[in-house]
């Protein structure tokens, strides 16, 4: 989906080709692999997760710094169409690196799977009625249009007699023909239709229970706000990093790197750190990354009163390094749900701060756009981050390891021994 989404791209006549081709298609690619090779990465490592996913995370910001120097140069040789032929052509390696990604289970029933048809019963039918095959589905249509037929004729005729159904002309019998073949493609695709609603029913409604049951967990709920509100507030930062310093008279010239481009090379530091960090037993992972998110919430409330270069590198710097709490968050989700359910879990999270991705650098344009100041729209992504990470800080204080919950171990019994005496008077 990437690749071809790419070079789907270099033949977009208008904007709106490229919002199916570039937007919807290598969208939805890209959606896929992340959550794909995260999962994969975690059922792989167990002691040393964090690491395998600091890793990962890092190379995604490699790959985006050496793609940044890449594409410039060719589109400067090759132009834009060019440009997505070559990256949609290199893209088909993900192909070669997905081949040596092979699932642990060696059965070919997936899990959920396998508990879906476990919980489904031996006599379960959605229609509450006994299974039919093919021909007894065609006897029950026929019986019933014969039916039909010999009501419409005895009241056409008058005549209740059945010789009467017994005449046939030609023209009849080509319509009974027609009509026999209808019914048997209209039994055919109901019996298809039957057999597939009920085949697959039970797995809708397994996922859908095992959804509520991720919810009822307050420590996934507080993730999922946690999540959706730090894209909200933390994503738009990267953005306008820059436009705050020409806004605060700070000229380019005085840029010995730009800002961007310290938030890029701190966030790959971050992952990688934080992610080592992940490993140490103790070191709470979950409140690790509630710490990331309350000092990056600090961080965003400064912005406004940076007004020089050094300042405004500082806190890019800070910001890029807590960004790289990316790595640690699908070993968050892993100690919160288990890794039976990280797929499940991990998908919806990752719905969610996808939402929070796209509403994010709105509202804070409509916050410039109403202040003709990014003041408010830093305390704004600011308040955001921070209060997700009060909420997830509140949920997990009760209780950490809510999906490694063991039942109490028994008490020692006490066993009173009588020693003898050796005296010879006993």
């Known amino acids: 989906m990437v690749a071809g989404g790419l070079m789907l791209s270099s033949f977009a006549p208008n904007i709106y080709f490229l919002f199916f081709s570039y937007g919807i298609v290598v969208g939805l690619g890209c959606g896929l692999l992340y959550t794909a090779t995260v999962t994969i990465t975690c059922q792989y490592f167990d002691s040393r997760r964090g690491l395998a996913l600091g890793l990962i995370s890092t190379g995604s910001s490699i790959g985006l710094f050496i793609y940044a120097a890449l594409q410039r140069l060719l589109i400067e040789f090759y132009g834009l169409d060019g440009c997505l032929l070559i990256v949609g052509a290199l893209a088909l390696n993900i192909l070669a690196c997905g081949s040596l990604m092979r699932p642990l289970q060696s059965s070919d029933c997936t899990l959920p799977e396998k508990i879906a048809l476990e919980k489904v019963p031996g006599r379960y039918s959605i229609y509450n009625e006994k299974e039919k095959n093919l021909e007894e589905n065609i006897n029950i249509l026929e019986k019933t249009y014969r039916?039909?037929?010999?009501?419409?004729?005895?009241?056409?005729?008058?005549?209740?007699?059945?010789?009467?159904?017994?005449?046939?002309?030609?023209?009849?019998?080509?319509?009974?023909?027609?009509?026999?073949?209808?019914?048997?493609?209209?039994?055919?695709?109901?019996?298809?239709?039957?057999?597939l609603a009920k085949r697959k029913w039970p797995l809708y409604k397994n996922y859908c229970e095992e959804t509520v049951a991720l919810f009822k967990n307050k420590v996934f709920s507080a993730l999922f706000i946690a999540?959706?509100?730090?894209?909200?507030?933390?994503?738009?930062?990267?953005?306008?990093?820059?436009?705050?310093?020409?806004?605060?008279?700070v000229k380019e010239e005085e840029f010995p790197m730009p800002l961007i481009s310290i938030i890029g090379i701190m966030t790959a530091v971050g992952k990688l750190i934080l992610g080592i960090l992940a490993d140490f037993k103790w070191i709470n992972t979950l409140y690790l990354y509630v710490a990331t998110l309350i000092i990056m919430s600090l961080a965003l409330c400064a912005i406004p009163f940076a007004k020089s270069y050094v300042t405004l590198a500082l806190l890019s710097g800070i910001l890029g390094f807590l960004t790289g709490n990316w790595s640690i968050f699908p070993y968050v989700t892993t100690k919160t749900v288990g890794i039976e359910k990280l797929a499940h879990a991990y998908g919806i999270l990752m719905f969610f701060a996808g939402l929070g991705n796209s509403l994010g650098p709105p509202i804070v344009g409509w916050f410039y756009d109403w202040t003709h100041t990014y003041d408010i729209a830093f305390y704004f992504s600011g308040f955001c981050v921070l209060l997700g990470g009060f909420i997830l800080l509140l949920a997990a204080l009760p209780s950490w390891d809510t999906c490694n919950k063991q039942l109490p171990k028994p008490a020692p019994t006490t066993f009173l021994y009588k020693v003898a005496s050796n005296s010879s008077n006993v």
């Open 147 to 195: 039916g039909e037929e010999t009501c419409k004729s005895t009241l056409a005729s008058g005549d209740w007699k059945p010789e009467s159904l017994l005449h046939k002309n030609p023209t009849t019998m080509a319509h009974t023909k027609e009509t026999e073949t209808y019914k048997k493609k209209v039994a055919e695709r109901t019996y298809f239709c039957k057999q």
């Open 227 to 249: 999540i959706f509100l730090f894209d909200i507030g933390g994503f738009p930062p990267s953005l306008l990093m820059e436009d705050v310093a020409r806004s605060s008279n």
